[in-house]
């Protein structure tokens, strides 16, 4: 079974511009998070999307937002990139729905995304 | 709001140690606890998952505990391997449908 994907792996950008990365989930997964991880604060959770729908979302301003296709494949958006977003995105899968499956929300996480702002 | 924390930040230990890396939160109220590996600018391996209701699991060489009512996690590494260097994080799920709650990290260099 193919493991979450994530496009692009590298990405450069300078301030101002705006960014779309892109997630593949696990086949069979439909929840699908994403995570921003810096040096300096860890990993911090950004969103959440199970069945085309925001589940939870992360204390981040507007310029960070999401979405899930049909077939769960999920994307996010940064507009008005700041040097700050430089980070490492992660992108996370689950089940998503607890069909009496005991590990249902156990998540497995794609390689990352390494966005530099310039 | 549940905090999670990991002491020491990084551990340097000779090949063939058996060593405990430590995980603690503050609220005992969770759903399950998740161990991950990373190496470095990789992605999370999922290594333990324990449910609230379980007091360890044991995967090959690791060995993962769980006490609730003290808020701690220990990850067990058994006979360390220089292939075990990593950082190794540890994520608290509070309720079933809520985000994972990361720790920072103890960065692991197993010396051989």
């Known amino acids: 079974k193919a493991g979450v994907t994530q496009t692009p792996r590298y990405l450069i950008k300078t301030r101002g511009q705006q960014v779309t990365l892109s997630c593949s989930p696990i086949s069979g997964h439909r929840s699908v998070s994403w995570y921003q991880q810096t040096p300096g604060q860890g990993l911090q959770f950004l969103f959440e999307?199970?069945?085309?729908?925001?589940?939870n979302k992360g204390n981040f301003p507007g310029r960070f937002s999401g979405r899930q296709f049909s077939n769960s494949r999920s994307e996010m958006n940064v507009s008005t990139l700041e040097l700050g977003d430089s980070a490492l995105y992660l992108c996370?899968?689950?089940?998503?729905?607890?069909?009496?499956?005991?590990?249902?929300?156990?998540?497995?996480f794609g390689p990352g995304t390494r966005l530099t702002v310039l | 709001k549940q905090e999670v924390t990991q002491i020491p930040a990084a551990l340097s230990v000779p090949e063939g140690e058996n060593l405990v890396l430590n995980c603690s939160f503050t609220?005992?109220?969770?759903?399950?606890l998740q161990w991950f590996r990373q190496d470095p600018g990789k992605g999370l391996t999922s290594l333990l998952l324990?449910?609230?209701?379980?007091r360890e699991q044991t995967s090959g060489r690791l060995n993962a505990s769980l006490d609730k009512s003290s808020g701690r996690s220990t990850l067990y590494i058994a006979a360390s391997q220089p292939g075990d260097s990593a950082t190794y994080l540890c994520?608290?799920?509070?309720?079933?449908?809520?985000?994972?709650?990361f720790g920072k990290g103890t960065r692991l260099s197993v010396i051989a």
């Open positions: 994520a608290v799920r509070p309720g079933g449908n809520t985000p994972l709650v």
């Open positions: 999307y199970f069945s085309e729908t925001q589940r």
């Open positions: 996370a899968s689950s089940l998503g729905l607890n069909t009496h499956q005991k590990n249902y929300n156990e998540q497995f």
């Open positions: 324990i449910q609230s209701s379980q």
């Open positions: 609220d005992s109220a969770i759903y399950n």
